[in-house]
DNA sequence: GTTAAGCCTTGCATATATGCAAGGGACTGT
DNA sequence: ACAGTCCCTTGCATATATGCAAGGCTTAAC
């Protein structure tokens, strides 16, 4: 049977100690198990390792030369081990962040020019998508999605909700037509998604705010969404921490367009072992719950950097 | 936690085929157990090795950089255990053979002769003993003794039945009074051990057969003894394979004097992984068992080194 | 669009390794 | 000669590793 080289770890601390019970404790294992599987590899090996005696385990001729082997191997183990834990623990190397495009844009970006000036070496590339992450192909460490993940083999979880209402430009309201209600929403011109290209029933809260209504102006792009919205063309819902950056912008019937979504974060389990996108991920998270007033466009918030609830 | 280093074998292997399954089937293991012993490795080095994708199991930097690792322990680990095993193999260098008097002078030394032309690199130290083996301080590697061995940690196993009777000289007999019964030996001087300084009741033989009976002429040796009765000094019990190399000795009311002891043959269990020792050992075994006609002191056995039933 | 194949992961039962405690052997001190 | 100590081994209960089988994901073939 084949040599076990765990086996040689508690071969060369009893070569070094001359006493199995003496190895057994600086190996912080019992006695016993060392006796077990020092005999299990001279068994393996066919041949005696030891001299046993009341004075000790004095080394064969054997077991000198299989010293040496061990010997080595425990200095490249080793010094492979560090080098290891060396380059893990330098927080170096390529993050690739899946983000939605407002999120990743309006939210993400500037905090990450924050989290890189802590750690230099790690590079993050933002990629804001309109799609369904592939996974399979690893174009992503970590993503950022608004729908759930149903991939069960990823680490998945619920990063923060957030709010969107329907906005119009101030300049479009003082020549439109006056909106008291829902209703009066259907007379004015809408801005949304196309909707053979949505990606995600979670954008679809047009249809669902305003039944049967109908978009004429539209984009698969939110950012071209709200720059029609300032431009005046017409009213749209868009996530209030977007809004916010738009001092033209405000919301219409606030209390009656509210909806609210849900930011989730995944990460495949193998990168999250790594150091770097383990730390992304924990910023994010951290990030998240510290400005959840943020997200959630509730009044007087800020739009820096800056936590408002810092830990 | 530190590095398993068996684990490193697996890692090995799945870097040489980048398939997990193409792996365990050639290291004889369960898919599983090497995807488990992977992620462990991973866990412990807290590093990934592996960008696991559906293309297959492709390096990290660090899978790279603990290849070189694990390779060069393979190499090592490869050469001791050949190297060990041929030097087992080789069959050479020294076996202590500790034995009785009579039967290692008498038996073993001229069938040693023989083996020792078969292994012409085995040495063997023939250690005729009048005393208990002192196992603790490995003085012999084997050992034949009269008294069954109690320490149960050798390996003891019986070798073989022999027989003594009470033997006179040729001369002594014609010029002393007649033997026709038990009563009629206490009219003669008896030959024996010293009491005091038997190291075995087995030996105790003469004092049961002719109770109260009082040896005149004492000696540790037995070869001693047997030289006192050919020299004519009187009778003793002696064995009978070894009486049977004095033609001028002859058994005195053999039927009535007959007694019957075993040798026993033991061996440290890691002496005995060794090749040589337990070349020794099958040997010995091998001949007690083709002669035990000559050992039991049956009419017609010739005294030399030729096995009476080859195998 | 559906089905099959290949690959890896994971739940669960089984096999093996380990720790604990007891026992045996050898040596030392009284 | 006896008792105590140290060391190693071994029986047994517990913890861990492994194999088997099922399931999920991805890709290819039809």
Redesign the interface.
Known sequence: MD???????VFLEVARTEKLSVAARRLGIDASTVSRRL?RL??Q????L?????EGHALT??GQ??L??AR??NT??Q???D???G??LENQGKVRLGVTEAFGNYVIAPELATFCQHYPKITIDLMPLQRFVKW???EVDIAVTIEKPPNTSLVVSRLCDYQLRMYASREYLERAEPINSLDDIYNHPLIGYVDDLVFSDQLSYLERLLPNSRASFRSTSVITQSIAVCEGLGLAVLPCFLARRHPELVPVLADQTKVTRTFWIAVHP??K???RVNKVWQHLKTYAADNEALLMGQDGQTMDSTPVNPH
């Open positions: 040599m076990n080289w765990d086996d040689l770890k005999h001279e068994d090996l066919a041949t005696q030891f001299d046993r005696s009341v001729k054997h030369l299989l040496e082997t080595e191997m490249r183990a010094s492979a081990a080098i290891l834990q380059k893990n399979g192909h690893h193998e990168q072992k790594l150091a």
